[in-house]
Nanobody
Framework: QVQLVESGGGLVQAGGSLRLSCAASGQTFTDYIMGWFRQAPGKEREFVAAISRSAIRSFYADSVKGRFTISRDNAKNTVYLQMNSLKPEDTAVYYC?????????????????WGQGTQVTVSS
């Protein structure tokens, strides 16, 4: 089991930026594909971004392409989500997740471990 702790959320104005971090511990970090999901009030959890074990490949939801960038530092066991040009509709709790097996990175049910989430609020 991987323990995941997110940080970096907060309140920002539309057009601003935030960088989320997710620190992993407990297992070999490079065994896992890492993903970010988000959940807004009254909505289902949705995929945001994912990154392969070696950081060679990254995947994004259409709604965040060109604005968000996922990265990982395997030496620090940390994955990041740089969020630029934020919009009010980006407001949600953001979750970090670890996928240890094969399967679509877009489907939350494939992920083995989750962080507690960090709130991101974008004001208009």
């Amino acid at each position: 089991q991987v323990q995941l702790v997110e940080s970096g959320g907060g309140l920002v104005q539309a057009g601003g930026s935030l960088r989320l971090s997710c620190a992993a511990s407990g297992q070999t970090f490079t065994d896992y594909i890492m993903g970010w999901f988000r959940q807004a009030p009254g909505k289902e959890r949705e995929f945001v971004a994912a990154i392969s074990r070696s950081a060679i490949r990254s995947f994004y939801a259409d709604s965040v392409k060109g604005r968000f960038t996922i990265s990982r530092d395997n030496a620090k066991n940390t994955v990041y989500l740089q969020m630029n040009s934020l919009k009010p509709e980006d407001t949600a709790v953001y979750y970090c997740a670890a996928l240890g097996d094969s399967g679509s990175v877009y489907y939350s049910g494939n992920y083995d471990d989750w962080g507690q989430g960090t709130q991101v609020t974008v004001s208009s």
